[in-house]
């Protein structure tokens, strides 16, 4: 019980020092450097919904991922692939019913990439359902990862991960029609989730704005990044060269469109107006949440949350989990007009 109460403890004191959650998915938040590997649920995935899928049944168990470090493809039987993945999101020592909503929530999406694989191939995957960069654990930790990654902690962080699995293993989210949902998620909301479309472009009802209260309480919830003007006008310039920045910096930034939730839609700077996620990812920002200000010849980016805001936050699942919520009730808070059924 000691060596238990040690590990939550610990894991917990790394979590509030250095937020890790990457994360994920298709469209989950952008890894800590901000940019954004190229199958990451970040980058909007196809439009194209996957049809109700009458030959579930017929579904191999059996995930194929293209490893882009040795460009062969790996074979991970499902159930080995969610504890892999549901390590690569969470940290053990989160709550067991939020760690239940991340299991489902991954295996749903790894599903709907596995179901439009077949349905509609991408000759670039050469058979597999995604790809990844196993070499370095991208969104799957195989079993020698976990052991170094948890150290004399793999025990008893193997042990509870596998138990969430297995208690939820095969649940996944549909639609109404019984197909897969896009079920994106990310770290942390600037405290209320975002609307698909304003992220992606695209309309989900299974991915409107809600509340997420409990993130303002998560480590990194609010960062800062500064940067001196000289360097602030050479990365503007790098994006746009008839960007105008001529006179004091104090006039280079203007108007700010945000969306309801508050993240920026545009932002207006020299002459020129760029979007929010441009921007995040000019200044490596760990979201769109931001303000800009200037003083002293430096510019300040003040940034909440931590992702893309659209779908689950992990972090406001684990705060749900707190006061009691189940799994489910994370799940259908976060993923509107939903239900859960069986892969």
């Known amino acids: ?53 009458a030959n579930r049944s017929d579904k191999t168990e059996i995930f194929r991922i293209l490893d882009t470090s040795a ?59 995604f790809k990844a960069d196993l070499s370095k654990g991208e969104y799957y930790l195989s079993d020698e990862m976990l052991q170094e990654k948890w150290g004399s902690f793999y025990d008893d962080s193997k042990e509870k991960i596998t138990a969430v699995v297995d208690e939820v293993f095969g649940e996944v989210l549909t639609d109404s029609n019984g197909s897969y949902i896009d079920a994106v998620y990310h770290a942390i909301s600037n405290g209320e989730t975002e609307n698909a479309k304003e992220v ?10 809600v509340p997420s209260p409990g993130d303002k309480l998560a480590p990194g919830y609010r960062t800062e990044y500064e940067i001196s003007d000289s360097e602030f006008k ?73 992702g893309h805001g659209v779908g689950l936050s992990q972090y406001g699942a684990d705060y749900m989990a707190q006061q009691g919520a189940d799994y489910r009730e994370i799940l259908f808070h976060y993923y509107t007009d939903t239900k859960i059924g069986k892969s």
């Open 1 to 53: 019980m000691k060596k238990k109460i040690l590990l939550f403890v610990t894991a917990f004191l790394i979590m509030a020092a250095l937020p890790f959650l990457s994360l994920g998915t298709a469209r989950s938040a952008l890894k800590p450097n901000g940019k954004e590997p190229p199958t990451s649920p970040e980058a909007p995935a196809e439009n194209t919904k996957p049809s109700a899928n």
């Open 71 to 129: 460009d062969q493809i790996v074979e991970v039987d499902d159930r080995t692939f969610c504890i892999g993945a549901v390590a690569y999101e969470m940290p053990p020592s989160f709550e067991t019913e939020a760690l239940k909503a991340q299991c489902v929530a991954c295996y749903t999406h790894f599903c709907r990439l596995r179901e439009q694989q077949k349905t509609n191939p991408d000759k670039d995957l050469n058979g597999a359902d």
């Open 200 to 209: 992606f472009g695209n309309d989900d009802s299974h991915l409107v704005s």
């Open 234 to 306: 050479e990365k503007i310039l790098s994006l746009n060269k008839s960007a105008n920045l001529s006179g004091s910096a104090d006039q280079w930034t203007g108007k700010t469109e945000r969306t309801k939730a508050g993240t920026v839609k545009s932002v207006v700077i020299g002459s020129k107006t760029f979007s929010g996620t441009d921007i995040r990812e000019l200044f490596s920002l760990r979201s769109a949440g931001f303000s800009i200000t200037h003083s002293d010849g430096v510019f300040t980016f003040t940034v909440l949350g931590y």
